[in-house]
Antibody
């Protein structure tokens, strides 16, 4: 069955770089897009960016200058790297699969909580 | 970016009650509107896509409607597992954006 699972450090220091991994199973990264979505505590969801099935990427302009998404298809993993972290980046980070179309997010990971603090 | 305004932000309701959550886009989104449910443990799942299409496995008491800028999610008869957060999302325009959420809580 389709599964996505995020992993990464729970605590990151301010100004440092966040590195998260989304490991997927049950589908191929060359057939579906994978997206990253952030949620501040108790707040709404914010789309960050995506890895297309062809390897291309798109980013929300709110993050463009410090966000990078890549993948390793042999390991079925999609990576998020975001630098210059601030306390406002604290939240839960989700990866989700995008449809081909329709483009809604049909499967989500459980999310990984990230705290930015010294 | 398209702004999505969800209402109400909080909705107290009783078991068996029929409820409706609204979502208004700041410009027309041509039915490219999806609904998601988030449980207290953080689990998110899709309910409705492209305005009115029920995601596989979602009970038929959930339905969606709308057009242009105004959309809604209706739950015909509330079950205990329906008390959760609900978010609308538009994918008509880049970047896709979400509403602020509606907390459906037991009255």
């Amino acid at each position: 069955q389709v599964q996505l699972k995020e992993s990464g450090p729970g605590l990151v220091q301010p100004s440092q770089t966040l590195s998260l991994t989304c490991t997927v199973s049950g589908f191929s990264l060359t057939s579906y897009s994978v997206h990253w979505v952030r949620q501040h505590s108790g707040k709404s969801l914010e789309w960050m960016g995506r890895m297309w099935s062809d390897g291309d990427t798109s980013y929300n302009s709110a993050f463009t200058s410090r966000l990078s998404i890549s993948r390793d298809t042999s390991k079925s993993q999609v990576f998020l790297k975001m630098n210059s972290l601030q306390t406002e980046d604290t939240g839960t980070y989700y990866c989700a699969r995008g449809g081909i179309p329709p483009y809604y997010f049909d499967y989500w990971g459980q999310g990984v909580m990230v705290t930015v603090s010294s | 970016d398209i702004q999505m305004t969800q209402s109400p932000s909080s909705l107290p309701a009783s078991l068996g009650e029929r409820v409706t959550i609204s979502c208004r886009a700041s410009q027309g989104i041509s039915n490219n509107l999806n609904w998601y449910q988030q449980k207290p443990d953080g689990t998110i799942k899709p309910l409705i896509y492209y305005t009115s299409n029920l995601q596989s496995g979602v009970p038929s008491r959930f339905s969606g409607s709308g057009s242009g800028t105004d959309y809604s999610l209706t739950i015909s008869s509330l079950e205990p597992e329906d008390f959760a957060m609900y978010y609308c999302q538009q994918d008509a325009s880049f970047p896709n954006t979400f509403g602020a959420g509606t907390k459906l809580e037991l009255k």
